[in-house]
Structures are given as structure tokens and as C-alpha cells.
């Protein structure tokens, strides 16, 4: 069958050419009005599911991205705060080992005591900043985590703030304030020696500083050379042994500075005082001094305590006598053999003293309020020392920690930068229209349609109408 | 003369004549839809025999014929019918598309990027109320999204039913045309020659229903058209019938034909389209949608469920899904947890209570075992009632509610508690007896067990009554049973089951404190031996345990010494950790040289703190610890509703849970109770990034990316069946144009054609009636 054009086959023929390319100027044209090659899913389903996975790719970058922001402001705020204890630390070492110096009078140590209790101040501040409300070394606790007082508890908690910053991958925004400022390590008890208590063999049992009370009760034993027992105010402890040498004319307690036999007739000989090596008194009455020589043996009792309250008689024959603290849970055994004088005996829990209870003892010790002679402050000193440095090398590590969690957050920032500009990029291309294309599209559709225009009406207009007269 | 020379004249004439009005019809209607040329058939007249000779007699008008193909013309009409169903289809679920949104518009996509933007911002300030503010406020607008999905969905159901309904009067306005055309062809054809113009008229009319539903037709004998449309008879000779469409409230459609109970299936055409779209594409589309909505809900609230508010551990919880009566007796704790009307589906596994004593600060963990297929809602409850300190109740309309009594909270966090060791079976002040091993114990109905107390003897017998298999005693069982009996009251003494195991202790502490046992018929299933005396201790050690487990399935952790000894002064004293199959864990040295206080690492993230103390491996010191990592196995708290993030059971009811949005403090964030503690917060963040084994193994925001694009993919595949359609149709029609169309030119050469033969006609008639005037001048 030959093809037969009709009437309506030649019109439906340039009204259709005409539609569509019309059509295709609107689309190019819609195209790039809004910039977008993919206006509706049905536009191209498999590059539209694509660029939607890639938004949701984008936003998950810009949440990670947030997160590490937020992580390394922390990070460094925390940073700041430990790089200026470490710097307090620093000074205070300095100012210890010149409280060391022995030529130092009682109104210089006093100074240094001073600035030291600044310093602890500071460092205290410095533990309990905060970052906005939230409190940077308190773990997740929400509470203030070191309060002041005479000794500094942790009061937060050992979690860490975490924020997720990748896929499977999170970092901790926080170091918990305890690990930094309250650290904890192995070590012994260690007795700074005063009083001659010594640690005892079964484990101990506590944390931080304990002052061991010992306690004068009673002295006993008979006297030679006429002399007798005052009974009060003696702060010898155990077996002691008063010398009296008439040629020399000196009374010696102990191994101590001998010293010139008093008066008898003298008021003062009533009670006279002798003190042995340690600085241990033995208090004694001179009147009815015989003036011969004579070596006695004393004893005195004691009882010990370590919270102050509840005193147990001092078993001087122990090797391993056991103290307890019920309400702290602290368990002290103390060798009681050495003992030799009353006074207070600072025991220490090696490696669990905090930061802030080191400083205030090293600033208690150089006031020297209980008047210890300096040797056995400088040995106190020492032991304060070490635990200063310690807490200063867990300061350290925590600012190593911090530093390095913040330079690895500012290594995924960049990388996380990169890689959200690289989503960008295959959004744009699946999704946005190249603008190029899209006029040269549009000039190619406006070209067609004027073609069509024009051959169309060609066509219309031919017609044996035209001929007929 | 005969007339017969005028009478050829005349009817030439005529039948240019007739020929002329044939061409100037084709003409004027060259622009007329569906109207098919005619043309004027003619013939020679008829023989007739004159002074002996044939003559012929002229022209002779046949009849004027339309040039139709009616084959052609039915596939014309089927074609239109199967076009008109895919340009439906396409423009419906082009309308379904634009729900989605483009590729950057605000949607449910884009909703639930902001919701885990704020979670994200709430997990670097946990304690910040603003910023937990906005993420309830970010979980509320993804529910309002979704519902807002839902609602559009139903719209457009509704929509279209309307655009059938209005359809469906078209129909029935063209079957009567076609029916009034029927009689007029009829009346005009009956003995005559058809009627063109009318016959175009109605095949138009066809071809219009053909657009709105699938028809078929016959033309009888006597000219008039006998119409079905999906099988069924709109019009016939007789008349024709109503097509009737029943809009349902849910927006459903039922078309009927000729009475509203004869329903009829209508296939194409722009009804059968649409309504295809209607019951197929769109109830999948509401199906996906609320799968969707549905996986999102229970995703969220079983890892919202077993964190603990912000607030702090709750004193009550109710459940948001009430259980449901199925059987009919007005009584719903009869029916089985699977199958009480739940919307989503718990499964075997076990449920972790931590119940909090607010003055001591104690936690004791309980576990409540659970499978849905056995357990009822009665079951349940006196589970959960069997908890110390916790009552659970139905409320009126069949929730469930859980409360703790009066100086008690609970939770159901996994997080591990500090104390484990409540009642100090490892090392602890009590005198203190163990079973060297777990439950079951093999015991018989009648065994007895006799101790010797500080105030006398003791024999307690174990009645089969107290057990649910006796061959099979649990450690709980054993020591209720224990507990219950007054004698063993009377002594002082107390059981607990310890992770398993029985221990048997004195109430009090200290080195005062014992018991022996004495004997008895139990004795063997329990592993202890006759004479066997224990002592308590002065010093009783406590252990700590801190960090976070990080296993990745729940485990019992048994802590048992190696030795009997002093922590921190016997050597070689070591506490050994066995899991649940029995295997060492760790080894933790506790001997001479381990300072007490000093965190030992479990390995697992945990830590574990030894204090000074006595720890005996005579007496079978133990200490039990659940070490989860996940404490609601059974998901039973996400399937009831409780402590839940969303409620509602599909697209169109999802929420933020109501007391949520009034108080964004009680949104779950910690697993360890401390306001700063945000490791539920990164668990619900986690979702953003799991692929979920109930979506194939994709994320929550490439699922609902999937839903779109399949949308896409739909509305692709009806355009181009569209195209192909219309492509088919267009040849058809094409065709159809070819041998039915007017070409003006054509008709003009037949007119100059008809006009030149009525000029030789007339001029004939002039020749004829010259010769015969000239015969009549010569009478």
C-alpha cells in the first residue's frame, strides 16, 4: 500500500515537530533555571539514588566534621589547662628544692610556704575548669571533681566524654581528671621516720597522706643519782637511758647534746628538761639530785593512732602492729619496734598521693608547725618530691594525650575537608547540570524548532487552492 | 426519440451532481475528527435492449461508501484503550513521585540527616538542655515527616478515586450518545444505505470511551453497535447501562456495571489505569512506607529502651503498646506474649533489671529469662513481680506498667555495677559456703541438709513442691527454699543464688560467726561434704569494678580464688576469672606484692579493685558478674513500648514519645547514670551508619533513598511504556489516516473531475434537446 498523506497526517506531522521541539527548548531551558540536570527521580532513577546516598554521605561528613571540631576544642582547651599546671608544677619544684637549701630561716620557709599554697590554688582552678558548663576533667560525672580541703577526693567518675568522628571510629574528648591530677601507681608505704615507726610486713591498705598520732602516755623505771619522774610533758617513747656524769656535771638522755646539770636549789631544777637526739624530752626532777653519777633506764608507753580519735597502746615489741581506719578503709601496719619518740609520723601511700595533697604538704612541711628539727624536715621534703614528680610526669603523659588526640583531630579535619569536597564534586556531577552542554542543547532544540517552523508552514501553505482560479 | 438519451443526461447530471456534494462533504470536514472520506461509487445503468441493439443506460449512483478499514478501525480502538492506560499510570505515579521530593528538598531523607546532626551536637554536651531540646525536637519532625508521607499517600488515593468517580460519568455520558446513535443508525439504515456521517459519529464516540476503558465492539446486521467493556455489555441494541463506582472511606474503588453487585474488572484505558496505580502501586507504596516508618521505630526505641534518662533511673515506666485480648474472654493474661497484639515482635532472650537502693547506692542485677512462645502476659508479669523491690502491673487499658516501691529506682542498663558483690560471697565478713558448682542440682523430693549452727542443729527438707524440676534445681530455688524455712531463720543463717550457685552464709560478720554442715541426702547433688565448718572474717574484702565491657555478646563473669589466703600478703593468691563455658578468662594476681586498691584489667575493658581481705577456695568463694553487651536480648522493651524514643506502629501515627516532648531531661542518654555520660547518645548516633539486617543490610537513609528511587523507577518504566504505546498508536493512527483522511488536493482534482463531467453532461442534455426540438420542427 503507497503511502497516502491526508489532510489531518500532514497537520497532526508539523503540529507534533512543532510540540516537541518546543519540548526540548522548555527542558533545557527548565534546566537551567534551576541548575539541575535531575529535577525528578523518574529524570534518571539510578543517578538520582546515587546523588541522594552521596547527600546522605555529605551529611554524615558535616556531622563528623562538627564532632571533630567540637572534640578539638575541648582537647585543647583541657591541653591549655594541663600545660599551665605543668608549668606551676615546674615552679613549685623549684621553690621545694630551695626550701631544701638548710641555710634558710623559719621566715623564708614561711614565704615559700606561701607561694606554694598559691600555687596549689591555681593548680586546683586549673583542675576544676570548665568549658562552658561542662567540666573538663571530671569524666562524665557533671559534678565538680576535686573540692578544696585537707585531703582532695576525686568526686567525678572514669568515663570519657566520646564523640564519634568517623565510621566506626570515635575518640575520647576528655582524660577523666583522677588519671592527670590524682594519678595512681604501685609503690610501698613509705614512713618519713620522725618518730622511728616503721612499715610493718603484712599489706597496707589507703590512699594518699596518713598522719600516724603517737602519743606519750606514761613514763616508768627508777632513777639513779636521787633524781625522780616528772610525769608530764615527756614525749619520749620506749626504752631511753638518762646518763648522769657528776665529774662532767652533764645529765644526757639518749645520745643527745649532754647537757649542764641544773642547780638543785634552783626552781627550775624542779623540772628540768633533757633532750636526746631526735629532739625527744624527757622532763625530770633535779632537787633531790645526790650528785653521783649514775645510767638509768626509763620506759615510756604510748599509744598510736591514725585518725585521731581512737588510740591503741604501742605493742613496742611488734614487728607488724595493725591500725585501722574503718571509715576510710585504711589499713596501716606499722613496725613499732624502732619507736622512740611522740610526735606525728607522716606515712605515705607511695604513688597514690594526688597532686593538690602533695603540695599542701609540702607547704605544711616547711611551716613546720609541729616544730620538727630540720633534718627530719628535709627528709619529709624528699619524700614529698617524689611524689611531686611523679604527679608531674602523669601531668605530662595527660598533656601528651591530649595533644596527640587533638593532632590527630586536626589530621582528620583536613581529611574529612578533602573528602567532603570530593562528594561535592560527585554530586554535582551526576546531579547538576553542565551548564555548556545544556545552552549548546538549548541552541540545537531553538534551531530544530525554527527548522520545523519553517518547513512546516511550507508544507500548510501548499495547495492546489493556490492554482485554481 | 426515446427519453432514454435525457435520461442518460439526467442522470449524469445527477450523479455529478451527487459526486460534486460527496466531495464538498470530504472537504468541509477535512478538519473533523475521526472522519472517514467518502466517495461517490457509481456504476454503469442498467442494459437495456432498444430497436435490437444493447444499449447501455448511463450512470448509475450506487451508493456513497466511506473508505474505512474495520479491522483497522478495532485495533485503532484497542491501541487507544491500552495508551490510555499507560498515560494514566505514568501521570498518577508521576503525581506519587513529586511526594518524594527532588534530589535536595526537605523530606523524611533530609529529616532524619538533621535528627543525627543534633545527636551528634548533644554528644560533645551531654548535660546541655538546649541541645537536647533540639534533638526531640529533630526526632518530632521526622515523625511529622513521615505522617506527613502517610497522610499524602491516603490524598492521593482519595484523589484519584475522585478522578475514576468523575471518569466513570464520562463514561456513562458517551454510552448514552453511542445508544442514541445506535437508534438513529438503525431508524436511518433500516432497508436503506448506511448512514456515513452517523457511523463516523459513534466510531469517534467508541474511540473517546476507548481512552477511558477497555471496549470492545460488534455492529450487528442491523447497523447498531453492541459495546462491552471488560467483558461486560454497556450498551446494547436494547440500551444501555450505568457504570456505577462505589468510593470506599478508605478511598478504595469498586466499578460495577448494570447494578451495584455486578462488579467489573476494569483493565484499560485511563480507569483501568488508575485504578491499577490504586490497588496495586499505592498499597505497596503505604506497605513500603510503613515498613519503613516501622523499622525506624523499633530501631531507635530498643537502643533508646536500655539507656538510662537523663533524669536518672526511673521510679515507674509504662509501656506505650497494650497487650490485647485474642481469645475473647475479656481476660488478657492468658495470651501469649507472640501473640497478644503487640506490634512488633519480641524474641527469645533474656532482660536485664538493675534495681538501685537510693540510700545505699547498691545495684542488683536481675535477669528475667523470655520467650514469646511460652511466656504469657500472666507469666511476664509474675516475672518481673518476682524482682526484689519492682512491681509490674496491666493498667486499665492493658499496658504494661513497672514501678519500683518507695527508696528504689531501676534501670535497664548494661553498664556494670561498681558493687558487685552484694552480699559479700567472696571474701566477705559472713561465714560463707558455696557450691563448687552451677545449677542444675540433681536433687530428689525429700532430700534433706543438716547444718549446725551457733544455736543448734538444723535439717531442712526439700519438698518437691518448691521446685519446678526437682532433678533440676535451680540455685534460686534451692535458696528460697532454704530461706523460707524457719529453722534456718532461727540459726541466723541466709541463702543466695550467686550466679549460679548456692551460697550458704551467716547473717552476720566476723570472726564469731559459723556454721557447719552437718549432713544430709543432699549433700552429693551439692557438692559439699559432711564436717565441713566455715568461719567468717574481720577483714572482708571488697571488690570494685569500673571501665566498660566491651565484649561482644553478654557473658557471666565468675570470679574464684585459686587458694585460700590473705589479699596482698599470700603467695601465689590469685583470683581466676571463668566465663560462662567455663574458660579462663584472666588470672588476677592478688598475692604477695599486689598492693590492695591497685585496678587489675580483666582485658574486656574491665577493671577489677581487690581491698584487704580473706578470700577462701575451701569454702568456694565466688562472686558472679553479668557482663553485658546488650542487656534487653529479647528486644521486649522496643516491642512493648517501654523507655521508647518513637511510638506509634506505622507511618501514620510515629511520634516523639509524649513525655519526651515535655521534658527533654528524660531522654536517654547514659548508660552509666551520670549526667555527662553519652554513650547512649553514640549508640542511637550509630544507627546513622549500621546497616540493618531487616533492611537487607542498609542504613536507615539509604532505605528511605531506596524507596524514592524505586518510586523513580516505576514512573520511569510507565513513561516509556507509554511512549511505546503512544508510538503504536500513532501508527495506527497513521494508517488509518493513509486510507480514511481527506487529501484536499485529491478532492479538489475529483471535483474538477466531477465538474468537467456535469459540463459534458449538460452539454449533452443541450445536444439531446437540439435534436429533438429539431425532429419535432419537422412534423
Known amino acids: 500500500m503507497t503511502i497516502r498523506p491526508t489532510q489531518s497526517s500532514i497537520f497532526n506531522l508539523v503540529r507534533m515537530g512543532l510540540l516537541e521541539g518546543q519540548r526540548s527548548s522548555v527542558r533545557a531551558q527548565e534546566q537551567l533555571a534551576t541548575g539541575r540536570r535531575l529535577l525528578r527521580p523518574s529524570d534518571d532513577p539510578v543517578d538520582f539514588a546515587a546523588a541522594a546516598s552521596f547527600q546522605r554521605q555529605q551529611a554524615r561528613g558535616e556531622r563528623f566534621a562538627s564532632a571533630v571540631n567540637d572534640a578539638r576544642t575541648i582537647l585543647d582547651a583541657a591541653a591549655g589547662s594541663a600545660q599551665g599546671v605543668s608549668e606551676q608544677v615546674t615552679r613549685a619544684r623549684e621553690l621545694l628544692l630551695s626550701g631544701l637549701n638548710g641555710t634558710l630561716n623559719d621566715s623564708d620557709r614561711a614565704s615559700i610556704a606561701a607561694e606554694i599554697d598559691e600555687i596549689r590554688q591555681r593548680v586546683l582552678e586549673a583542675a576544676n575548669q570548665q568549658l562552658g558548663d561542662q567540666y573538663l576533667f571530671a569524666g562524665t560525672g557533671g559534678v565538680r571533681p576535686f573540692a578544696d580541703g585537707a585531703a582532695v577526693r576525686y568526686a567525678g567518675n572514669d568515663e570519657s566524654l566520646r564523640l564519634t568522628v568517623g565510621v566506626d571510629s570515635q575518640v575520647d574528648a576528655t582524660v577523666p581528671g583522677d588519671r592527670i591530677f590524682a594519678a595512681r601507681d604501685p609503690g610501698a608505704t613509705v614512713f618519713a621516720g620522725s618518730t622511728g615507726a616503721a612499715s610493718g610486713t603484712s599489706p597496707d591498705q589507703g590512699s594518699g597522706y596518713v598522719d600516724l598520732v603517737l602519743r606519750h602516755d606514761a613514763t616508768t623505771g627508777t632513777l639513779g643519782s636521787g633524781l625522780a619522774l616528772v610525769g608530764a610533758g615527756d614525749t619520749i617513747l620506749g626504752a631511753h637511758t638518762v646518763t648522769i656524769d657528776a665529774a662532767a656535771g652533764t645529765a644526757q638522755l639518749g645520745n643527745g647534746v649532754p647537757v649542764a646539770l641544773p642547780d638543785p636549789t634552783d626552781p627550775s631544777a624542779a623540772d628540768f628538761t633533757l633532750v636526746d637526739e631526735s629532739g625527744a624530752e624527757l622532763h625530770l626532777d633535779f632537787t633531790a639530785y645526790d650528785g653521783t653519777s649514775s645510767t638509768s633506764a626509763v620506759f615510756a608507753d604510748g599509744s598510736m593512732s591514725i585518725d585521731g580519735s581512737t588510740f591503741v597502746p604501742i605493742d613496742f615489741a611488734s614487728a607488724d602492729q595493725q591500725l585501722t581506719d574503718p571509715s576510710t578503709g585504711t589499713v596501716l601496719n606499722v613496725d613499732a619496734r624502732g619507736i622512740h619518740r611522740a610526735g606525728t609520723e607522716l606515712v605515705q601511700f607511695g604513688g597514690t598521693v594526688n597532686l593538690f595533697d602533695t603540695l599542701q604538704g609540702i607547704a605544711d612541711d616547711l611551716r613546720n608547725a609541729d616544730g620538727l628539727p630540720s633534718d627530719q624536715v628535709q627528709a619529709r621534703l624528699r619524700e614529698r618530691l617524689v611524689e611531686l614528680d611523679r604527679n608531674h610526669d602523669h601531668v605530662l603523659r595527660g598533656l601528651g594525650v591530649l595533644g596527640a588526640r587533638s593532632a590527630r583531630m586536626t589530621g582528620l579535619e583536613e581529611r574529612l575537608l578533602d573528602s567532603n569536597l570530593q562528594l561535592e564534586g560527585l554530586i554535582s556531577e551526576r546531579r547538576d547540570a553542565d551548564v555548556s552542554q545544556v545552552v549548546l542543547d538549548m541552541a540545537q532544540a531553538q534551531q530544530a524548532l525554527e527548522t520545523t517552523q519553517a518547513s512546516g508552514v511550507r508544507l500548510l501553505q501548499t495547495s492546489l487552492l493556490n492554482f485554481l482560479r | ?779
Not at chain 2, 526537605?106 to 531540646?133: C, I, K, M, Q, Y
Not at chain 2, 445506535?182 to 448512514?195: C, D, K, W
Not at chain 2, 536481675?366 to 526484689?388: K, M
Not at chain 2, 494508517?735 to 471535483?751: A, F, P, T, Y
Open chain 2, 1 to 779: 426519440m426515446s427519453t432514454l438519451g435525457l435520461n442518460i443526461g439526467l442522470q449524469a447530471l445527477l450523479t455529478s451532481q451527487a459526486g460534486l456534494d460527496t466531495t464538498g462533504n470530504n472537504i468541509a470536514n477535512a478538519a473533523t475528527p475521526g472522519y472517514s472520506r467518502q466517495s461517490l461509487l457509481q456504476g454503469p445503468g442498467r442494459t437495456q435492449q432498444l430497436r435490437g441493439l444493447l444499449m447501455g443506460a448511463g450512470v448509475r449512483a450506487d451508493v456513497v461508501q466511506r473508505v474505512t478499514d474495520d479491522l483497522l478501525g478495532k485495533r485503532l480502538i484497542s491501541q487507544t484503550g491500552s495508551f490510555g492506560r499507560q498515560e494514566a499510570r505514568y501521570d498518577a505515579l508521576s503525581r506519587a513521585e513529586l511526594l518524594f521530593g527532588g534530589a535536595s528538598d526537605v523530606n523524611v531523607g533530609s529529616a532524619l540527616d538533621a535528627l543525627f546532626e543534633s545527636l551528634s551536637s548533644l554528644s560533645a554536651s551531654p548535660g546541655d538542655g538546649v541541645l537536647r531540646e533540639g534533638v526531640v525536637q529533630a526526632g518530632e519532625d521526622v515523625g511529622l515527616r513521615l505522617r506527613q508521607l502517610s497522610g499524602d499517600v491516603d490524598a492521593l488515593r482519595f484523589e484519584f478515586a475522585e478522578r475514576v468517580d468523575g471518569l466513570v460519568r464520562e463514561v456513562n455520558v458517551l454510552a448514552g450518545e453511542i445508544d442514541t446513535l445506535n437508534r438513529e443508525i438503525v431508524q436511518l439504515e433500516a432497508g436503506g444505505p448506511a448512514a456515513n456521517n452517523l457511523r463516523d459519529e459513534r466510531q469517534e464516540a467508541l474511540r473517546r470511551l476507548a481512552e477511558l476503558v477497555d471496549v470492545r465492539y460488534a455492529v450487528e446486521p442491523t447497523g447498531a453497535a453492541r459495546v462491552t467493556v471488560g467483558g461486560h455489555l454497556l450498551v446494547s441494541p436494547a440500551g444501555a447501562n450505568q457504570l456505577l463506582a462505589q468510593v470506599g472511606v478508605d478511598g478504595s474503588v469498586d466499578v460495577s456495571l448494570g447494578g451495584p453487585t455486578q462488579k467489573v474488572d476494569l483493565r484499560g484505558g485511563a480507569i483501568g489505569g488508575l485504578l491499577d496505580v490504586m490497588q496495586n502501586f499505592l498499597p505497596q507504596l503505604d506497605d513500603q512506607v510503613d515498613a519503613y516508618a516501622r523499622d525506624l521505630i523499633f530501631e531507635f526505641n530498643k537502643v533508646h529502651g536500655t539507656s538510662v534518662p537523663g533524669t536518672g533511673p526511673h521510679h515507674r515506666v509504662t509501656a506505650q503498646y497494650a497487650f490485647q485480648d485474642q481469645n475473647g474472654n475479656g481476660v488478657v493474661t492468658d495470651e501469649l506474649v507472640a501473640a497478644a497484639g503487640l506490634p512488633f515482635d519480641p524474641t527469645t532472650g533474656e532482660l536485664h533489671v538493675r534495681v538501685h537502693d537510693e540510700a545505699t547506692g547498691a545495684i542488683e542485677v536481675h535477669r528475667v529469662d523470655f520467650d514469646p512462645q511460652r511466656t504469657t502476659v500472666g507469666g511476664l508479669l509474675a516475672d518481673l513481680n518476682a524482682v526484689p523491690n519492682l512491681a509490674a502491673r496491666l493498667d486499665a487499658q492493658g499496658r504494661l506498667q513497672v514501678s519500683s516501691q518507695s527508696g528504689y529506682a531501676f534501670d535497664f542498663s548494661r553498664d556494670v555495677p561498681t558493687q558487685p558483690d552484694l552480699v559479700g560471697s567472696l571474701g566477705g565478713g559472713r561465714a560463707s559456703l558455696a557450691t563448687p558448682g552451677a545449677e542444675p542440682f540433681a536433687l530428689s523430693a525429700g532430700d534433706t541438709l543438716t547444718l549446725q549452727s551457733a544455736s543448734g542443729p538444723v535439717t531442712v527438707t526439700f519438698g518437691a513442691g518448691s521446685f519446678a524440676n526437682v532433678g533440676q534445681a535451680t540455685a534460686a530455688e534451692i535458696a528460697a527454699a532454704l530461706n523460707a524455712d524457719p529453722g534456718v531463720q532461727a540459726a541466723g543463717l541466709t541463702a543466695a543464688d550467686v550466679g549460679g550457685s548456692l551460697v550458704l552464709q551467716t547473717v552476720g560478720a566476723g570472726s564469731t560467726e559459723s556454721f557447719q554442715v552437718q549432713g544430709g541426702t543432699a549433700l552429693g547433688a551439692l557438692g559439699w561434704t559432711a564436717g565441713q565448718t566455715v568461719v567468717g572474717s574481720d577483714q572482708a574484702t571488697a571488690v570494685t569494678l569500673g571501665g566498660a565491657y566491651q565484649g561482644a555478646s553478654n557473658e557471666l563473669l565468675v570470679f574464684r580464688p585459686n587458694m585460700d589466703g590473705t589479699i596482698g600478703s599470700t603467695a601465689g593468691l590469685a583470683i581466676d576469672v571463668l566465663d560462662s563455658a567455663g574458660n579462663l578468662v584472666t588470672s588476677l594476681d592478688v598475692g604477695a606484692g599486689y598492693r590492695p586498691g591497685d585496678a587489675l584489667d580483666l582485658g574486656n575493658g574491665l577493671a577489677a579493685t581487690f581491698a584487704l581481705g580473706d578470700v577462701s577456695a575451701t569454702d568456694n568463694d565466688l562472686l558472679a558478674v553479668r557482663a553485658l553487651a546488650d542487656s534487653d536480648t529479647s528486644d521486649v522493651l522496643a516491642a512493648l513500648g517501654v523507655n521508647s524514643f518513637f511510638t506509634g506502629t506505622d507511618a501514620g501515627s510515629i511520634g516523639l514519645r509524649a513525655d519526651l516532648l515535655d521534658d527533654p531531661g528524660k531522654l536517654s542518654g547514659s548508660i552509666t547514670g551520670s549526667p555527662g555520660g553519652g554513650t547512649g547518645i553514640l549508640d542511637l548516633l550509630a544507627l546513622a551508619d549500621r546497616g540493618l539486617a531487616s533492611l537487607d543490610g542498609r542504613t536507615l537513609g539509604e532505605q528511605y533513598g531506596a524507596l524514592a528511587s524505586d518510586v523513580g523507577f516505576e514512573v520511569q518504566g510507565a513513561e516509556s511504556a507509554m511512549e511505546t504505546e503512544g508510538l503504536l498508536l500513532d501508527g495506527l493512527q497513521a494508517r488509518r489516516d493513509q486510507l480514511s483522511g481527506v487529501n484536499i488536493d485529491e478532492e479538489l482534482v475529483n471535483m474538477l473531475e466531477y465538474e468537467q463531467a456535469f459540463s459534458a453532461a449538460s452539454q449533452y442534455i443541450r445536444v439531446i434537446s437540439d435534436v429533438t426540438n429539431e425532429l419535432l420542427s419537422l412534423v
